[in-house]
Every structure is written in structure tokens, then in C-alpha cells.
């Protein structure tokens, strides 16, 4: 089955800098990959996706990119604030209805 | 605002007991799917469930774990005879048209 890698486990910031968590995946199959921000006490919170059709996808300050012939994706924050502190997961999936293999999360923590 | 809402929010239960955890949908929707994520670590994926049937379930998903859609709105995840390693935070999802995956705040159980 598929399996997905994501680095670091935890990041430190300084508030304004920004933030980049890194995820590898094993099965070329995969298509479509999303990041979730998850705070503390509550659910995964989709925050941006991309497919394997795309290799970069920005929303305000965050931005996706994906590499298919190295199978790995990353996240990136740019202007970080406080408020993004949370842990955040890469995620990976082959098709509509079937299950997503998460990384393992990272810790990311923006000092103000 | 969350995709489905989910109950109870946490559950104390002793070992041996049965525990039902309720999601019910804000809208109608075809894909749902329970993870379940230990403290600290990563969302692993249980079961899928499409058109009320089972459609995926992971490893993790044996004889003691059970799903249904007993009226056509709530769909219910029972454990019959929990475990200590059954303590975790307990996600229902809901599929998206594109794929996405859209999490409910979870079920914290505690199992003693």
C-alpha cells in the first residue's frame, strides 16, 4: 500500500518567516494530495490540495507544489503568524471514495 | 462551520464495553468514512462507507468494529468489546465531489 513520509516532525518560526513541510509518497498511483491544519482538540481541517496534474497551487500564503517523477510534496507558508501554530498533515490518495495515508504530522510553531 | 457533527464529543468507557460513536451529516452525502487517530500520532484510516455499504476497510477495522446507517441520516461506528488500545480520537468524514476529505471535530474515547 501506499506510504506516505512527511518531515519535520516539528518546526520552529519566527512570526513573519517562512514555514516548509516536506512529504514523500510511495505509490505512483497516487493523484491527489491534500494538507490539513489540525488544532489542538479538533478535527483535520483541509486547507489546500493539489492534483497530479498540477505542479503548484497557491491560496493567499499557501502554496503547494508536487514533483510526480520524485513523488514528493510540499507546503509552504509564507508570512507566518502566530495563528498558523498548529499541527499539520500531508495527506495521499489514488481516487475519489478510497482511503487517504497520512504523514505523520508536524508540530509547527510560529513565535511571535 | 463542521461537515457533520459528531457524538458524544468524549466517551469514558471500561474495557469489555460496547461504545457507539454517532456522525450525522449536515447534507446528504454518499462517501462517508471513519479514522481514528491515537494521541500523537498519525490519521489512520478504518473504513469507508458508500450507498450504505461498506466499500473499504483498513486492517485495523477487524470482528470488533462495526458501521451502519441504522435511519439514513446518522451513520454509527460500534466497537463491541473495547480495548485499552482502542483509546484514541475518533474522525468521521465526509466525501467530497472532488475527492476531498471534510472532518467532523471527532469523538474522544477513553477506554480504562
Known amino acids: 500500500g501506499e506510504n506516505v513520509e512527511q518531515h519535520p516532525s516539528t518546526l520552529s518560526v519566527q512570526e513573519g518567516d517562512s514555514a516548509v513541510i516536506k512529504c514523500t509518497y510511495s505509490?505512483?498511483?497516487?493523484?491527489?494530495f491534500p494538507w490539513y491544519k489540525q488544532e489542538l482538540g479538533k478535527g483535520p481541517q483541509l486547507i489546500i490540495d493539489?492534483?497530479?496534474?498540477?505542479g503548484e497551487k497557491k491560496d493567499q500564503r499557501i502554496a503547494v507544489t508536487l514533483n510526480k517523477t520524485a513523488k514528493h510534496f510540499s507546503l509552504h507558508i509564507t508570512e507566518t503568524q502566530p495563528e498558523d501554530s498548529a499541527v499539520y498533515f500531508c495527506?495521499?490518495?489514488?481516487?475519489?471514495?478510497?482511503?487517504?495515508?497520512f504523514g505523520t504530522g508536524t508540530s509547527l510553531t510560529v513565535i511571535p | 462551520e463542521p461537515e457533520v457533527t459528531q457524538t458524544p464529543s468524549h466517551q469514558v468507557t471500561q474495557m469489555g464495553q460496547e461504545v457507539i460513536l454517532r456522525c450525522v451529516p449536515i447534507?446528504?452525502?454518499?462517501?462517508f468514512y471513519w479514522y481514528r487517530q491515537i494521541l500523537g500520532q498519525k490519521v489512520e484510516f478504518l473504513v469507508s462507507?458508500?450507498?450504505?455499504?461498506?466499500?473499504?476497510k483498513s486492517e485495523i477495522f477487524d470482528d470488533q468494529f462495526s458501521v451502519e446507517r441504522p435511519d439514513g441520516s446518522n451513520f454509527t461506528l460500534k466497537i463491541r468489546s473495547t480495548k485499552l488500545e482502542d483509546s484514541a480520537m475518533y474522525f468521521c468524514?465526509?466525501?467530497?465531489?472532488?475527492?476531498?476529505?471534510?472532518f467532523g471535530e471527532g469523538s474522544r474515547l477513553t477506554v480504562l
Open positions: 495527506a495521499a490518495s489514488i481516487r475519489s471514495g478510497n482511503q487517504f495515508y
Open positions: 505509490d505512483s498511483a497516487s493523484n491527489y
Open positions: 493539489i492534483r497530479s496534474n498540477v
Open positions: 447534507s446528504n452525502h454518499l462517501y
Open positions: 462507507f458508500y450507498n450504505n455499504e461498506i466499500s473499504e
Open positions: 468524514a465526509r466525501g467530497g465531489g472532488g475527492g476531498e476529505l471534510f
